[in-house]
C-alpha cells in the first residue's frame, strides 16, 4: 500500500512570504502529526490532526498553522517566513497512536 | 513531561559486528511506547522497531531488537551484524497511549558510522 506523501520535497521562500505543504497519510489513517527539524533544535513535535480537528499542539508561535481535510490529507502553512523557520518538516501518519509512519519530507529553506 | 535521553554522540561499529545503541526515558504515565527510527541523509525517517510498556518480551525485528530495562528506563537498540547501509542517524522516541494525546518525543539522535 501506498506509503505516507509528502509534497514539495524542496521548497526555496524568501523571508516574509508564506508556504503551504501537504501530507497524504496512508489509507485509513485518520491521525497526522507535523514535525520540525533542525540542527540545533532537534525533533520538535508542531501538532497532530484527527478527523479533520487539532488534537495537540506544540510550543510554536501562531505562524505556525495546520488543517486536515476530509479525506485525512493535512497541510500545514507557515506565514510570514524567518531565516529560522528553514528546516526539514516531516509529517508521519498513524492509525492508531502504536505505529507512526512518516513521509519523505519536505525541505524548507528561507533566504 | 516525557523526555528521552540519547547521550552517544556518534558510534564507530566495524562491519558485520553488533553494536548497542543507548536510550533513557522519563515519564510518570505507566503507558507509553517506545520507538526507535533510521534517517539517512536523505531525510527520511524509517521505522525499525516498537516496545510497549506492558510488553513483557523485548521486541525484535530482524537483525534489530530492544533492549527493554523498565525499571531502569532504558529501551536500547540492538542491531547484529552491521551493514554498510546501517550508517545513518537513529532516533529514540516515545508516545502516549491516550487517544487524545498522540505525538512522539524524541531524543537528539545518534550518528553510526559502520566502518568496511
Known amino acids: 500500500k501506498a506509503g505516507v506523501t509528502q509534497t514539495p520535497r524542496y521548497l526555496i521562500k524568501t523571508r516574509g512570504q508564506q508556504v503551504t505543504l501537504s501530507c497524504s497519510p496512508i489509507?485509513?489513517?485518520?491521525?497526522v502529526s507535523w514535525y520540525q527539524q533542525t540542527p540545533g533544535q532537534g525533533l520538535q513535535f508542531l501538532f497532530e490532526?484527527?478527523?479533520?480537528?487539532?488534537?495537540n499542539k506544540g510550543n510554536f508561535p501562531g505562524r505556525f498553522s495546520g488543517r486536515q481535510f476530509s479525506n485525512s490529507r493535512s497541510e500545514m502553512n507557515v506565514s510570514t517566513l524567518e531565516l529560522g523557520d528553514s528546516a526539514l518538516y516531516l509529517c508521519?501518519?498513524?492509525?492508531?497512536?502504536?505505529?507512526?509512519?512518516f513521509g519523505s519530507g519536505t525541505r524548507l529553506t528561507v533566504v | 513531561a516525557q523526555k528521552i535521553t540519547q547521550t552517544q554522540p556518534g558510534m564507530f561499529v566495524q562491519e558485520k559486528e553488533a553494536v548497542t545503541l543507548d536510550c533513557t526515558y522519563d515519564?510518570?504515565?505507566?503507558?507509553?511506547?517506545l520507538f526507535w527510527y533510521k534517517q539517512p541523509s536523505s531525510g527520511e525517517m524509517i521505522f525499525l522497531i516498537y516496545?510497549?510498556?506492558?510488553?513483557?518480551q523485548n521486541a525484535t525485528e530482524g537483525r534489530y531488537s530492544l533492549n527493554f530495562q523498565k525499571a531502569r528506563k532504558s529501551a536500547n537498540l540492538v542491531i547484529s551484524a552491521s551493514q554498510l547501509g546501517d550508517s545513518a542517524m537513529y532516533f529514540c522516541?516515545?508516545?502516549?497511549?491516550?487517544?487524545?494525546?498522540?505525538?512522539?518525543?524524541f531524543g537528539k539522535g545518534i550518528t553510526l558510522s559502520v566502518r568496511p
Open positions: 508521519a501518519s498513524s492509525f492508531n497512536g502504536e505505529g507512526y509512519t
Open positions: 489509507s485509513g489513517h485518520r491521525s
Open positions: 490532526y484527527f478527523s479533520e480537528t487539532q488534537r
Open positions: 515519564t510518570s504515565d505507566q503507558s507509553y511506547g
Open positions: 516496545q510497549g510498556s506492558y510488553d513483557e
Open positions: 522516541a516515545m508516545s502516549f497511549y491516550t487517544g487524545a494525546n498522540s505525538k512522539l518525543t
